[in-house]
């Protein structure tokens, strides 16, 4: 079992910055990706970013450029780092976490509470 807590989030300015955290924790567990998306009411949670084993990321067309996603493996960490934040960026964002189970290889996907992140002047 894995359990994921965020932090980072908060109200910010437009153009202003951010960065989410999002560190895992448990045994027998193995991490072979880690992202963010995020949800406002009424639409389907979104992909923003990913990161995967060897550093291979993606992300969302709406925040390339803006938006850094980075890891620590030796902490199990991922960040995100939002910068020229716009008002659309609002949302709760929730850490993914994708781990190979070392008892059984199992595939599993873990889900963070969520953080809120506001844009407005």
């Known amino acids: 079992q894995v359990q994921l807590v965020e932090s980072g989030g908060g109200l910010v300015q437009p153009g202003g910055s951010l960065r989410l955290s999002c560190a895992a924790s448990?045994?027998?567990?193995?991490?072979?990706?880690m992202g963010w998306y995020r949800q406002t009411p009424g639409k389907q949670r979104e992909l923003v970013a990913a990161?995967?084993?060897?550093?291979?990321?993606s992300y969302a067309d709406s925040v390339k450029g803006r938006f850094t996603i980075s890891r620590d493996n030796a902490k199990n960490t991922v960040y995100l780092q939002m910068n020229s934040l716009k008002p659309e960026d609002t949302a709760v964002y929730y850490c993914n976490v994708g781990a190979i189970a070392t008892t059984n290889l199992s595939l599993n996907v873990y889900w963070g509470q969520g953080t809120q992140v506001t844009v407005s002047s």
């Open positions: 990161i995967r084993n060897g550093g291979n990321t």
């Open positions: 448990g045994s027998s567990f193995s991490i072979y990706a």
